[in-house]
């Protein structure tokens, strides 16, 4: 090949060569740094995003914790102090229940006891009169609706002192008395003046009970829902479900099962469903209920009686 021809392929190379680049760099080289720029953005932003979400859950769950009151349930079970089935598996439970302790009945101290020792709650469960039902139901030391002030307040004085460790008193049936102002005033007085509160069971839609603890400066507690007033598993565990809708809409629930004839469905229907509740609200007494809703400062301690042998 000439040089002159040489020279020429060069100028041809060469100038391909100048266009190339003058069309690829400035088009190449834009196009590399904003994308670059958009990715750097977009992961920018994602982390932002992504710590703003860790924090904020953080911080509801820590509001959740120190701010927002945790709902509670107070389980009260009716009918201790009769050796009644259910009872050893109640006081199993491994959460802080309450038990409602019939007086002067053979294991009425025994039970009472128990509970005590294990953390629960006792309450005395006071026998009432009701509309119907027969007499042999109430059990001994009923309060009935003919009697006249002084016995109403001697028998529910004794009926304190009958069951150790009580903190408060609910009523055993009693749909007659609970209606009766004149009764249930002097009901409350004595349990007021032994620094006990009183639950309202609500056996009786028209119960004045409520009315009457308000007056009296106590705390109107009573029952929300009923566990076993059908006796199957079946029902009770219904029942529960009823409790956590309750507490969907209220800060707390008051529940009231037994022992006896339903006392093996309640307390098994309560063991399985425990975890359960436990997401929903936290277990409690009825007395610590009282004192976080209504600052009920009433103290028993100094009131009941407590067996020499309860040590
Ligand atoms: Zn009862």
């Not at 920018?44 to 769950?61: D, E, H, N, P, R």
């Not at 009926?159 to 009693?174: E, F, L, Q, R, S």
Request: proline content about 5%.
């Amino acid at each position: 090949m000439s040089t002159r021809r040489k020279l020429h392929m060069r100028n041809i190379i060469k100038k391909a060569l100048k266009a190339s680049r003058g069309r690829k760099e400035p088009a190449y080289v834009p196009v590399f740094h904003s994308s670059s720029k958009i990715r750097r953005t977009v992961v920018l932003c994602i982390s932002v995003c992504m710590l703003f979400m860790v924090c904020s859950t953080g911080v509801a769950k820590a509001l959740d914790k120190q701010d927002v009151p945790q709902k509670m349930v107070a389980v009260i079970i009716d009918d201790l102090g009769n050796n009644m089935k259910g009872t050893e598996q109640i006081l199993n439970l491994p959460v802080k229940i309450t038990v409602a302790v019939m007086p002067f009945l053979p294991t009425t101290k025994q039970d009472a006891m128990e509970a005590h020792k294990r953390g629960h709650d006792v309450i005395v469960h006071l026998p009432m009169e009701p509309k119907q039902g027969k007499p042999e139901w109430l059990g001994p030391g009923a309060i009935k609706a003919n009697m006249t002030d002084e016995e109403v307040r001697a028998k529910v004085t004794a009926a304190i002192k009958d069951v150790p460790y009580a903190i408060g008193m609910n009523n055993h049936m009693g749909s007659k008395v609970t209606s009766d102002k004149r009764i249930m005033s002097i009901v409350l007085d004595v349990c007021k003046e032994h620094g006990l509160f009183f639950v309202d069971s609500r056996t009786n839609y028209w119960s004045v009970v409520p009315e009457l603890a308000a007056k009296k400066g106590m705390p109107p507690v009573r029952n929300d829902v009923f566990l076993d007033d059908v006796h199957t598993l079946a029902h009770v565990n219904r029942q529960l479900t009823k409790v956590v809708e309750w507490l969907d809409e209220h800060d707390t629930c008051v529940t009231i099962g037994h022992v006896g004839v339903s006392g093996m469905y309640t307390s098994s229907a309560l063991h399985s469903s425990v975890p359960k509740l436990k997401e929903h609200a936290k277990f409690v007494g009825i007395s610590d209920l009282v004192r976080a809703v209504w600052g009920w400062t009433g103290d028993p301690a100094t009131n009941t009686t407590m067996p020499s042998d309860a040590q």
